[in-house]
């Protein structure tokens, strides 16, 4: 890689892809980069001239949400820029990587290489397994290691992804279908019992589809399903009902208020 600065846009539902684009970061800067974080959500991600961009977001149906994709597609013309890419997930990526190279290129940016890294489940744990989920953590950093060096000396890969599959998933991921689907079969629920209407939901909703609705959290309906408020609702009062699970975050919620410039 040759831009000595990196601007990282990242989007997270739980924190598993805060914590490895920051661990990314910190290799990175290891290496003598100027490297900085900032949420695609958020208005706009400053790109200065000669920066590299560096993409990181959770796989969602096996391509990335809704919200991601909004900040790909609006990505101004790369004119050459560097650009690298990493994704965390379960564990069946489907060749998401290959549709947003595309996208890239076409945009005129340079792909340096793309990194898929197995996280800890963030859905429907019924328990959470420290032991599993510290190893798949560790096995992530040093992935992200590896992957730091390799983009330093040219030698990371960027996949064009799964023939049909990943361009065909990629389509769905662009319309509300999947997501709908999904919603449809697990809706998010606030138990108002628990709710205490702080309304750090509603702050937290990338879609801002959270209202407060008689001093309670209410869910609106382009839901997508990131499991931002479910992770971090201080008082554990939103789930999907009939899928009970334990509460999973990869970040404190300081570390997540920071990152998203909420105060
Ligand atoms: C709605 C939803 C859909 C998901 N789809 C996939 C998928 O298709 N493939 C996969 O490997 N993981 C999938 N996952 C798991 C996430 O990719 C994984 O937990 C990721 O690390 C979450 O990152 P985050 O904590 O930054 O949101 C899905 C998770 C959710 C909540």
């Known amino acids: 890689m040759k831009s000595e600065k990196i601007v990282m846009a990242v989007f997270t539902g739980t924190g598993n892809t805060l ?3 920051k661990a990314l970061a910190e290799e990175l800067r290891n290496g003598g980069k100027d490297v900085s974080v900032a ?14 961009l560096g993409l990181a977001v959770p796989v969602a149906c096996f391509s990335t949400y809704p919200s991601a994709w ?4 609006s ?8 650009a690298f890419f990493i994704a965390t997930m379960g564990g069946a990526g489907g060749g998401m990587e290959g549709p947003i190279r595309r996208v890239l290129e076409l945009k005129g940016y340079k792909p340096l290489g793309a990194l898929l890294v197995k996280m800890p489940g963030n859905y429907g744990n019924k328990i959470i397994n420290t032991e599993e989920n510290s ?5 992530g950093r040093e992935a992200v290691k590896q992957f730091a060096r390799r983009l330093s000396d040219g030698s990371a890969n960027w996949s064009y992804g799964k023939p049909i599959l990943s361009k065909f998933t990629a389509r769905l991921a662009h319309g509300r279908k999947p997501w709908n689907f999904f919603y449809g079969m697990f809706p998010i629920a606030v138990d108002p019992e ?3 209407g702080c309304g750090l939901c509603q702050k ?3 879609e801002q589809n959270i209202r407060m609705d008689g001093g309670k ?10 499991q931002r408020c479910v992770a971090f609702c201080p008082s554990g009062a939103i789930s999907v009902p009939g899928k009970p699970s334990v509460q999973y975050r990869a970040v404190g919620i300081e570390s997540m208020l920071s990152f998203l410039g909420i105060h």
């Open 135 to 139: 190893k798949r953590e560790k096995d």
């Open 194 to 196: 628990r709710c205490a």
């Open 217 to 226: 959290s209410a869910i609106g309906e382009r839901c997508e399903s990131c």
């Open 75 to 82: 990505l101004p013309d790369g004119g050459g820029r560097e």
């Open 19 to 21: 914590l490895m684009a």
């Open 204 to 206: 937290l909703c990338p």
């Open 70 to 73: 909004r900040f790909i597609d």
């Open 39 to 52: 949420p695609v959500e958020r208005g706009n991600v400053p790109l200065p001239e000669g920066a590299a």
